[in-house]
């Protein structure tokens, strides 16, 4: 059974930075695809960044996010740096025994439970 736990998440002002992880059993890396997606209030879902060999990212956070995996710790981390008020919203994490990145949330099993990120302007 996969599970995935998400954390790091909190309040930080415009221009800081906060370390997202996501901590997954169940799952080999070598043959997932893990994704984060966020999810704004009032808003759809969107992809932000994936990994799966290659390394993806939104337009809107290029430059500024940077997406990893620590094989040993089973463990997948968004760093995000320059933090926008239009950056706050839940994000989650997500896996795909495909192994071919999306940002499309129906291509991903199995998901996390979510963690708040709060950019204060």
């Known amino acids: 059974e996969v599970q995935l736990v998400e954390s790091g998440g909190g309040l930080v002002q415009a221009g800081g930075s906060l370390r997202l992880s996501c901590a997954a059993s169940?799952?080999?890396?070598?043959?997932?695809?893990i994704g984060w997606f966020r999810q704004a209030p009032g808003k759809e879902r969107e992809g932000v960044s994936c990994?799966?060999?290659?390394?993806y990212y939104v337009d809107s956070v290029k430059g500024r996010f940077t997406i990893s995996s620590d094989n040993a710790k089973n463990t997948v981390y968004l760093q995000m740096n320059s933090l926008k008020p239009e950056d706050t919203a839940v994000y989650y994490c997500?896996?795909?025994?495909?192994?071919?990145?999306?940002?499309?949330?129906?291509?991903?099993?199995?998901w996390g439970q979510g963690t708040q990120v709060t950019v204060s302007s």
């Open positions: 990994i799966s060999g290659r390394i």
């Open positions: 997500a896996a795909d025994p495909g192994g071919l990145c999306s940002f499309r949330g129906i291509d991903f099993e199995s």
């Open positions: 169940g799952v080999t890396f070598d043959d997932y695809a």
